[in-house]
C-alpha cells in the first residue's frame, strides 16, 4: 500500500458493452526495492481496458519522481487494446531516472509488443496542414476557370452532338432515348397530374373569392388559362423535370464515372457525350413539352371543377378559355418547356460527367445539378417573359 | 492469447446449410468446420457461390435451410442483443475494402472503437494507430482512402476489420486486383495476424501463390453437384486429389474443350 492510494481498482464488465464476463484489474504495489508497482491482471481487452486507463495514467503522474514497474504476471489475456494500454503507459515522458518499465511480461504479450516502439509513436501521426488562405483563394480560382472552360467545352460538344444526331438521325440510340423518355415523362405523370390539378383548384379558388365579390367570376376562366398555359404550366413541369430527372441523370452519370465506365466507353473509341448526353437531352426536348400539354389540360380540370362550385357551368368555362387563351399562348409555353428540358438534361449530364471520385462527389454532383437546373429555368423564364412582350406574343 | 487451434472445439460450425436465390439453390446441405487460429480458405470456379457462402457465413443474407454456429452460439436467424454479441467477435474484409470515403484511415478505424467501447479519446487513437502500424500504414493516419493506392485500402479495411480484435476475420477476395509484390506483403501479413493475435481467418480468394502460401485448409466449392467438391491441405490436393477438375484448377491447366 502507497500513500493512501486505492489498493485495487477493478473493472467489471457492464453487460451493454460486454461480450464475455471477464474483468480487468489494476493493483497498487510497492516493489521489493520500495519503488512504484502497478499490477495489472484479468483480461485486457477494448472492453475492459477504457476505465483503468485514466487511473493507471494518473498513478504514473503521482508516481512521476521515482521508478514505476508494471507487473503483467497476472494478465490471463491481451489483445490490441491490452498493448495500446501498456504502450501508452511506456510512452509517457518522465525523468531518465524514473522509468516506466514492464515486467514479468507473458511470452504471447511480448509477441504483441515487438512490433511497436512505445518512443515512436510519443509524437502524434503526422498532421496534413490545411492550405492556407492564399493557396485556397489560388485554387478556388483556379477551379472557377476550370469549370467554366469545362462549361464552354460541354456546351459545344453537346451543340455538335446534337447536330450530328439531327444530319444522322439513325446515329442515334434511340431506343436508350425511348428509356429515358419513358422514365422521365411516362413516369412523371402521376406527380405532374397531382401538382398540376392542385395548381389548377389553387388559382381558382383563391381568385374566385375575390372576383365573386364584383360578379366576375367568369373571368377566373382566362387568370387560370393563361397562367397555366404561359406560366405555371411549363414553369412547374420543369421544375419537376429537374427534381427527377436532372439529378437522376447526374447520378446516373456520376456513377458510371465513378466505376470508370466513361473511360470505357471512351477507349472503345465511343463520344460519352453522343452516347449518354445527346439521348438524354433529346428524350428531355420531347418529353418536357408533353408533359406541359398534360399539365395544362389536368389544371385546367382543377379549375373548371373549382368553378362549377361557384355555378359556373362547363361548357361556359371552356368556352371562356378558347376565347382567352390564343394558339401562340399555348404554342409560346410549350416553345419554353422544350427549352427548360434541353436546359434540365443539359445540367444534368454536366454535372454527372464532372463528378470526382467517391460516394459523396455523386451526392454532390446530384444536388448540383437540380440546384443548378432551377435556378436557370427561372431565370430563361424571366428572359422568355421579357422576350415574348417585346415580340408581342 | 487464444488456445491452441486444433485441440479446440470449431469456432464456426456450418451445419445442413443450403442457400440460394429466388428458391433455387446454389449450394446444398453444406457440412464443414472452422477450428480456432486457422487459415481456412473458400475456392471454386467462378459463379459457383464462394463470396455468397461468404456472406451467409457473417449473417447478411439468411439461408433457405441449415445453420451457421460462431463461438458455440447460433448465429442463424438470431436476432437483438445475441446478434450484435455474436457480430462483434468478427470482422468482415470486403472486396473493394468498403472504406468511408469522407474519414481519414485513423478515423475509419476509430469507428468501431467509438461506437462499441468505452476507451478515453486518447486511448482509441492509439489503437487505431497501432492497427494501422501491424498493416504497415504508420504515417498515413491522416490520409482519405481516395488518396492512397488499391492496396493500402484492403490493408486499411483489415486494420478497420481488426478494430476490436475479433476472434475471426472473414476476407472477401483480399488479393484480388493487386500486383504480385503487394499480393505477398498481404498474405504475410495474414500469417503474421495469424500467428500473433491467433485470429481465424476464413478467406475467399482464387490467387493459387496466396492459398499455397496462407492456407491450413481449404473446401472447393462446385458448381455442377451444389455441394463441396474437396476439402484439405491444398498442396495435398494438388498433387493427390481424385478430382482431375481440383488437379486441374491447383495446377492452373485448361479444360480439355479449351
Known amino acids: 500500500m502507497i500513500n493512501g492510494l486505492p489498493r485495487r481498482f477493478r473493472v467489471l464488465m457492464d453487460k451493454k458493452t460486454s461480450v464475455n464476463q471477464d474483468s480487468a484489474q489494476l493493483d497498487v504495489a510497492s516493489g521489493p526495492n520500495g519503488e512504484c508497482m502497478l499490477v495489472l491482471s484479468g483480461r485486457l481487452d477494448a472492453y475492459t481496458v477504457g476505465p483503468l486507463w485514466s487511473h493507471a495514467r494518473d498513478l504514473l503522474i503521482r508516481y512521476s519522481g521515482q521508478p514505476v514497474q508494471v507487473d503483467l504476471a497476472a494478465v490471463a489475456y491481451c489483445d490490441g487494446a491490452g498493448v495500446a494500454l501498456l504502450l501508452d503507459l511506456l510512452r509517457q515522458p518522465r525523468d531518465p531516472a524514473a522509468p516506466v518499465a514492464l515486467a514479468n511480461v507473458p511470452p504471447k504479450v511480448a509477441q504483441l509488443l515487438e512490433p511497436f516502439d512505445a518512443q515512436a509513436l510519443a509524437a502524434p501521426p503526422p498532421d496534413r496542414s490545411p492550405p492556407g488562405l492564399r493557396q485556397r483563394l489560388g485554387e478556388g480560382v483556379h477551379d472557377l476557370g476550370r469549370d467554366l472552360y469545362n462549361h464552354v467545352v460541354f456546351v459545344g460538344e453537346a451543340t455538335a452532338a446534337l447536330f450530328h444526331g439531327l444530319i444522322h438521325p439513325s446515329r442515334v440510340r434511340w431506343k436508350d432515348a425511348l428509356r429515358i423518355a419513358q422514365e422521365a415523362g411516362v413516369n412523371a405523370l402521376p406527380i405532374v397530374a397531382l401538382i398540376a390539378f392542385l395548381m389548377g383548384v389553387i388559382l381558382a379558388f383563391q381568385s374566385a373569392v375575390a372576383m365573386k365579390q364584383f360578379g366576375a367570376e367568369i373571368f377566373v376562366a382566362n387568370l387560370v388559362a393563361l397562367s397555366l398555359f404561359r406560366e405555371l404550366g411549363p414553369l412547374m413541369t420543369a421544375i419537376l423535370l429537374a427534381g427527377r430527372s436532372a439529378s437522376a441523370f447526374a447520378a446516373e452519370i456520376g456513377t458510371m464515372k465513378v466505376n470508370e465506365e466513361l473511360n470505357a466507353l471512351t477507349t472503345m473509341g465511343l463520344d460519352p457525350v453522343r452516347f449518354l448526353v445527346v439521348t438524354r437531352v433529346m428524350a428531355a426536348v420531347i418529353v418536357a413539352p408533353l408533359l406541359t400539354i398534360f399539365a395544362d389540360l389536368v389544371g385546367l380540370m382543377g379549375g373548371a371543377l373549382v368553378m362549377m362550385t361557384f355555378d359556373v357551368p362547363l361548357v361556359a368555362f371552356m368556352n371562356q378559355v378558347s376565347q382567352a387563351v390564343s394558339p401562340s399562348d399555348f404554342l409560346g409555353g410549350l416553345f419554353k418547356a422544350a427549352v427548360f428540358g434541353l436546359v434540365i438534361a443539359g445540367v444534368g449530364c454536366l454535372r454527372g460527367l464532372e463528378t470526382r471520385t467517391g460516394a459523396s462527389a455523386v451526392g454532390v454532383s446530384t444536388t448540383r445539378a437540380v440546384v443548378s437546373a432551377i435556378i436557370l429555368i427561372v431565370v430563361l423564364d424571366g428572359l422568355f417573359a421579357v422576350i415574348f412582350f417585346h415580340l408581342g406574343i | ?258
Not at chain 2, 94 to 106: C, H, I, K, N
Not at chain 2, 113 to 119: A, S
Not at chain 2, 162 to 170: K, R, T, Y
Not at chain 2, 220 to 238: F, H, N, S, V, Y
Request: hydrophobic share 45%; with cysteine.
Open chain 2, 1 to 258: 492469447m487464444p488456445s491452441d487451434p486444433q485441440s479446440s472445439p470449431a469456432i464456426i460450425q456450418v451445419r445442413d446449410l443450403t442457400l440460394g436465390f429466388g428458391g433455387r439453390p446454389l449450394l446444398k446441405d453444406l457440412c464443414f468446420d472452422i477450428a480456432p487460429g486457422e487459415i481456412f480458405v473458400i475456392l471454386g470456379g467462378s459463379g459457383c457461390g464462394k463470396s455468397t457462402l461468404l456472406k451467409h457465413l457473417i449473417g447478411l443474407y439468411e439461408p433457405m435451410a441449415g445453420s451457421v454456429t460462431i463461438g458455440g452460439e447460433v448465429f442463424t436467424g438470431t436476432e437483438g442483443q445475441a446478434r450484435r454479441d455474436i457480430l462483434r467477435r468478427f470482422g468482415v474484409m470486403y472486396q473493394m475494402g468498403a472504406l468511408f470515403g469522407s474519414m481519414t484511415l485513423l478515423d475509419n478505424v476509430r469507428l468501431p472503437l467509438e461506437e462499441f467501447t468505452d476507451l478515453p479519446d486518447e486511448a482509441m487513437d492509439l489503437v487505431a494507430r497501432l492497427k494501422l502500424q501491424l498493416v504497415g500504414l504508420a504515417g498515413f493516419e491522416r490520409h482519405l482512402p481516395a488518396e492512397i493506392s488499391g492496396g493500402m485500402q484492403k490493408r486499411t479495411a483489415i486494420a478497420r476489420a481488426m478494430a476490436l480484435d475479433p476472434d475471426i476475420l472473414f476476407l472477401d477476395e483480399p488479393s484480388a486486383g493487386l500486383d504480385p509484390i503487394t499480393s505477398a506483403e498481404l498474405d504475410q501479413l495474414i500469417l503474421r495476424l495469424s500467428r500473433i493475435l491467433g485470429i481465424t481467418f476464413v478467406v475467399v480468394t482464387h490467387e493459387l501463390p496466396s492459398i499455397f502460401t496462407i492456407a491450413d485448409r481449404v473446401i472447393m466449392l462446385d458448381k455442377e453437384t451444389q455441394g463441396i467438391l474437396a476439402e484439405g491441405d491444398p498442396a495435398q490436393l494438388r498433387d493427390h486429389s481424385e478430382h482431375p477438375w481440383v488437379r486441374r484448377f491447383f495446377n492452373r491447366e485448361a479444360t480439355e474443350a479449351s
